[in-house]
């Protein structure tokens, strides 16, 4: 069969007119439809588990942009929940878990086959939405990368320079490799879960793989994500694996190569001339607009889309934002994006 999704067709290295286009975080805060989803759940979680509300707004800038793609709405931060971190979100400052400094806290979390449970209504949620999105519209399943993931599960809360992970991986290096390895296995058999329900991507976000430096960054972002990588690929040949270090920086160089994904994702501090030479060499490439353009739109959202797309236009290329869209973003900025990407 010839492959008319515009995205898929992308991660299988074609290169196209007009790139495909999606958004990391296209289903938030600055829609005013996913304001009032949420609040009809109630909150942040309730709405990560009810399989219709989290369909519904998956939907949502679907229906109001028609995006190339649809990521599954959920959070990485289920996972350490399903390995029964306790996790709730402070509104206006973030995600806290209960925290994982001791042997003794590492074993009283469950076994990897036990995060089914807490996870069984995010895979109903893929399973509505491979009903209802449009055929031409391709469905995201995601995870947090382990270091990412187990970043949080150690300070309990974001950090902004993870140095409660690198204090535990330089302390207690047995443990912290420990912890690194069961979040590893959770990834496998929950991104397998979400395949199996009908996701026909599934994208792993190393958000702070930029504060691993040299051996660390081999060790704890690229290994992870090569063993994910090639677990999903054994099981489910044929499902593409998009990969993103954020500000990996010379770690992008060989990412791909190394881990096995089929596409590399781009945060905005790479230069456009760089990632053509050293990393699009390796296959398809997403990114990289500054989500910034989403606030200030105008003219110089323009020019920078335009520049993207030609940038990248001899390789494969998915058009997106170098990281989430904010909330106080203009939804008729995201709109002006993809008139520029589609008008070419
Ligand atoms: O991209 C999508 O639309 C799919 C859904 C998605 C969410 N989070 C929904 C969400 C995805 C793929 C994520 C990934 C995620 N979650 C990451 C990796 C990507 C990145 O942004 O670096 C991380 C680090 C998290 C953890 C997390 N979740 C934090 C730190 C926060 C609070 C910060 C914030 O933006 O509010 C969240 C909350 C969260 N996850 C929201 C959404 C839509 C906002 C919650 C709300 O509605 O109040």
Not at 4 to 14: D, N
Not at 85 to 93: I, K, S
Not at 279 to 293: F, R
């Amino acid at each position: 069969m010839v492959e008319t999704k515009k995205l898929l067709r992308a991660l299988a290295g074609e290169v196209q007119d007009v790139p495909p286009i999606w958004m990391m975080r296209q289903a938030g805060r600055y829609l005013p439809e996913y304001r009032a989803t949420r609040a009809q759940a109630g909150d942040f979680l309730s709405l990560c588990y009810n399989p219709e509300l989290a369909a519904e707004v998956t939907l949502q800038p679907i229906r109001r942009y028609g995006f190339d793609a649809a990521i599954l709405f959920a959070d990485i931060l289920l996972v350490p929940q399903a390995l029964g971190a306790d996790l709730w979100f402070v509104t206006g400052e973030g995600p806290r878990l209960s925290t994982i400094t001791q042997p003794s806290e590492f074993e009283a979390l469950k076994p990897v086959s036990d995060i089914h449970e807490t996870l069984s209504p995010i895979y109903e949620t893929v399973r509505i939405l491979s009903r209802e999105l449009p055929a031409e519209t391709t469905l995201i399943g995601f995870a947090g990368a382990p270091w990412t993931v187990a970043t949080y599960m150690i300070a309990g809360r974001g950090t902004p320079d993870q140095g409660p992970a690198h204090a535990l991986r330089e302390g207690d290096t047995a443990l912290f490799e420990a912890l690194l390895d069961r979040i590893t296995a959770a990834t496998i058999e929950y991104l397998s879960a979400q395949i199996e329900a009908g996701a026909e991507v599934v994208k792993i976000f190393d958000s702070w793989a930029g504060s691993l430096k040299g051996e660390a960054f081999q060790k704890y972002a690229v290994e992870p994500c090569r063993v994910i990588t090639q677990a999903i690929k054994a099981r489910h040949p044929g499902i593409p694996v998009i990969g993103f270090p954020r500000e990996a920086g010379e770690g992008y160089v060989g990412f791909a190569g190394a881990t096995g994904v089929d596409c590399v994702a781009l945060d905005n501090s790479v230069s456009l001339d760089w990632a053509v030479e050293h990393v699009q060499v390796d296959g398809c490439i997403q990114g990289n607009l500054a989500s910034s353009h989403m606030v200030t739109g105008g003219q110089a959202l323009v020019d920078e889309t335009r520049r993207i797309v030609d940038a990248f236009s001899n390789g494969p290329h998915i058009f997106n934002l170098g990281h989430g869209i904010t909330p106080d973003a203009d939804p008729e900025n995201v709109q002006l994006m993809i008139d520029t990407v589609r008008s070419r």
